[in-house]
């Protein structure tokens, strides 16, 4: 077995920095994964940022490059969550740095099996706190458990349904 060569925080986080960075450019995130993953690119991070000191193994890189995508593929459902658990605040109004963050945590929560809903929300507060003020790690936190709830509400309500599509 391949030993990983970053832990599932780093390449959360990895995963969070390009989220931030194709939102910002909006650029095509595939072409963004492409070139940032390229050796030539990525050795000249390790200066910049302490998350590219190590390269991501191909078991952490497909984790990365998986997240990003389905977060993107999914871009309109993850909003929805995020207008409906947030007030007010539309996620226009919200900063790039904490939409990123929201977006990924919602795609990990919603579309990764293997991810436990509540590691991806202690992760993702973890990350917010390296980057936002406290109130907005908060609005994080309150955020993502309300989208927790609506989806175990969701998961409870599909078991009440028989085969046939009648609920019980």
Same mark, same amino acid.
């Given at each position: 077995?391949?030993?990983?060569?970053?832990?599932?925080?780093?390449?959360?986080?990895?995963?969070?920095?390009?989220?931030?960075?194709?939102?910002?450019?909006?650029?095509?995130?595939?072409?963004?994964? +492409?070139?940032?993953?390229?050796?030539?690119?990525?050795?000249?991070?390790?200066?910049?940022?302490?998350?590219?000191?190590?390269?991501?193994?191909?078991?952490?890189?497909?984790?990365?490059?998986?997240?990003?995508?389905?977060?993107?593929?999914?871009?309109?459902t993850i909003d929805e969550h995020i207008r409906n658990n947030s007030g007010t605040w539309k996620? +226009?109004?919200?900063?790039?740095?904490?939409?990123?963050?929201?977006?990924?945590?919602?795609?990990?929560?919603?579309?990764?099996?293997?991810?436990?809903?509540?590691?991806a929300i202690n992760e993702a507060v973890e990350i917010a706190k390296s980057y936002e003020n406290?109130?907005?790690?908060?609005?994080?936190?309150?955020?993502?458990?309300?989208?927790?709830?609506?989806?175990?509400?969701? +998961?409870? +309500?599909?078991?009440?349904?028989?085969?046939?599509?009648?609920h019980i």
């Amino acid at each position: 077995m391949e030993q990983s060569s970053v832990s599932r925080t780093a390449a959360r986080e990895l995963a969070f920095s390009l989220i931030y960075m194709t939102s910002v450019s909006e650029s095509d995130p595939d072409s963004i994964l +492409e070139s940032f993953f390229e050796d030539e690119y990525y050795e000249t991070l390790s200066e910049e940022l302490r998350l590219c000191v190590k390269k991501p193994d191909s078991i952490q890189l497909e984790y990365i490059k998986s997240l990003v995508s389905l977060c993107f593929i999914n871009l309109e459902t993850i909003d929805e969550h995020i207008r409906n658990n947030s007030g007010t605040w539309k996620p +226009e109004r919200i900063s790039k740095t904490a939409l990123a963050i929201l977006r990924m945590c919602i795609a990990e929560m919603l579309y990764m099996e293997d991810v436990p809903v509540s590691a991806a929300i202690n992760e993702a507060v973890e990350i917010a706190k390296s980057y936002e003020n406290k109130e907005t790690v908060s609005f994080i936190n309150g955020v993502l458990g309300s989208v927790a709830k609506e989806i175990k509400a969701s +998961e409870a +309500e599909e078991t009440l349904v028989t085969d046939d599509g009648e609920h019980i």
